[in-house]
């Protein structure tokens, strides 16, 4: 028998799927790539599928967690912020306690998914659980909660070599540093949208920290970003097609600063959604280098539907 949800039932769920961000895909992308990097990486462009359908849904569930966590945090700031008073929490449509009690659920149905896989991954999945509830917080302490931010993400990358491999090698320590700067520069380039109301209410990040530097900064970090993948290349002897997707990768960084050099707000945010092609070249370098061509021209074939559809 089909379920007929009432319009306030309706309205309930759609709240929230709104403060869980399900209608902005971009932050899912964000935590997507470094764990396919990583998963891809481990397994020699053959991972375990198992391991890949658990981090997929993890990735959904814990980026939906993490945001359902920040909004509680931030729900006395976002009513202030011209992009955020609008959210469940800041106006008053949800309560905190159901967004303690729905980052709860979604924790634990994570943890569920995490249970699957080895010991040191499940270990592992304690501390990417500290570093994502902790993060909201650290605007308040530091003007660097993008690098938090930045370890939150790329915490899956040495649970993804644990759950494929057993172990987290040299490499995936690497991997992680580039997902850290990687996350440093593009949430620069996000905090560089909110940062005259930041100021206002007093809120911390590297934006403010950079001040007018903000670009030349950011432009440093992607540098040392790029380095870092072809430090990664060198050691684990990668060929022509990684080199090209870091090429990619370097072309959109550039494409980025070419955005950002007014400090333009719609600009700085349009630089900050085109990091879900940097990690996509990235991706697609690993997947010519390790699974050939007809695997490559899919993942393009599906890159350029997402892009279609994304407009």
């Known amino acids: 028998m089909r379920r007929v949800f009432k319009p306030a039932a309706r309205e309930r769920i759609k709240l929230y799927l709104i403060l869980m961000r399900m209608d902005r895909p971009i932050g899912i992308m964000l935590l997507l790539w470094p764990t396919l990097w990583a998963l891809w990486i481990a397994g020699e462009g053959r991972p375990d599928w198992l391991v890949v359908l658990v981090?997929?849904?993890?990735?959904l569930l814990m980026r939906s967690a993490g945001c359902v966590i920040n909004d509680f945090a931030d729900r006395k700031f976002d009513p202030y912020v011209e992009r955020t008073?609008?959210?469940?929490?800041?106006?008053?449509?949800?309560?905190?306690?159901?967004?303690?009690?729905?980052?709860?659920?979604?924790?634990?149905?994570?943890?569920?998914?995490?249970?699957?896989?080895?010991?040191?991954?499940?270990?592992?999945s304690f501390v990417a659980v500290l570093i994502a509830a902790a993060y909201p917080y650290m605007k308040r302490y530091h003007h660097l909660p993008q690098v938090h931010l930045g370890l939150a993400f790329g915490w899956s990358v040495p649970m993804a070599f644990a759950a494929q491999t057993g172990d987290v090698p040299k490499v995936a320590w690497l991997l992680l540093m580039v997902t850290v700067l990687w996350a440093t520069a593009y949430d620069t380039m996000y905090a560089m949208v909110?940062?005259?109301?930041?100021?206002?209410?007093?809120?911390?990040?590297?934006a403010i920290l950079f001040g007018?530097?903000?670009?030349?900064?950011?432009?440093?970090?992607q540098f040392m970003l790029i380095l870092t993948l072809l430090i990664i290349g060198h050691q684990l002897e990668m060929g022509v097609p990684y080199y090209l997707g870091v090429a990619g990768a370097a072309g959109f960084a550039t494409y980025q600063q070419y955005l950002i050099k007014d400090r333009d707000?719609?600009?700085?945010?349009?630089?900050?959604?085109?990091?879900?092609?940097?990690?996509?070249?990235?991706?697609?370098?690993?997947?010519?280098?390790?699974?050939?061509?007809?695997?490559?021209?899919?993942?393009?074939?599906?890159l350029l539907l997402y892009w279609r559809i994304g407009r």
């Open 55 to 59: 981090f997929l849904l993890g990735v």
């Open 85 to 124: 008073q609008d959210r469940p929490l800041a106006a008053g449509k949800l309560q905190p306690a159901e967004a303690v009690l729905l980052f709860i659920i979604l924790c634990l149905i994570a943890f569920h998914l995490v249970t699957l896989m080895n010991q040191l991954t499940v270990l592992l």
């Open 194 to 206: 909110d940062r005259e109301d930041d100021m206002k209410i007093g809120v911390k990040s590297t």
């Open 212 to 221: 007018e530097s903000d670009t030349t900064i950011i432009g440093m970090i």
């Open 265 to 302: 707000r719609a600009a700085c945010f349009t630089a900050f959604l085109n990091n879900d092609w940097f990690g996509a070249s990235i991706f697609a370098g690993l997947v010519f280098q390790y699974n050939g061509s007809l695997w490559g021209l899919a993942l393009l074939a599906t």
